[in-house]
């Protein structure tokens, strides 16, 4: 949206699907799990004011998780959070699946925010 939106003629709309509204600052994890070092909330950030620069019409996020991929029909299926379906069609496709650690503390996001800082206390 940055770059690629300005100096652009076609319309740009970028769909993230994420299972949190929340970006974790895990850099900080292990001096978070320390009580009172650092707040929840500096820690765990809203992703949505990070595109308030940006017109609604040019992005979305969608609190969910990609559960199937139809390349041949550029359609993406989203397990929303709220446990209905959306099916979002797409020209170019990115997925970053993340990563976690097998031990299972959360030093990396876990499926939702809520989890996460449940696990994390």
């Known amino acids: 949206l ?3 939106a300005p100096k652009s003629n076609i319309k740009l709309k970028v769909v993230l699907v994420t ?7 895990n850099l900080a994890a292990t001096r978070g799990v320390i009580p009172d070092m650092i707040p929840d909330d ?4 809203d992703i949505k004011p990070g595109f308030s620069q940006y017109p609604s019409s040019q ?3 969608l609190l969910g998780k990609a ?13 929303l959070n709220t446990g209905s379906e959306k099916i979002v069609p797409y020209d170019h496709l990115v997925i ?3 990563s976690r650690v ?4 959360p030093y990396k996001l876990l499926d ?4 996460t800082i449940e696990a994390f206390h």
């Open 112 to 115: 939702t925010y809520e989890e």
């Open 19 to 25: 299972p949190s509204p929340k970006f974790y600052w």
């Open 67 to 79: 559960t199937a991929v139809e390349a041949g029909g550029n359609r993406v299926h989203i397990a």
């Open 42 to 45: 500096q820690l765990f950030l």
């Open 102 to 105: 097998s031990s299972g503390l």
């Open 59 to 61: 992005y979305e996020i």
């Open 96 to 98: 970053a699946t993340g």
């Open 2 to 4: 940055k770059y690629t």
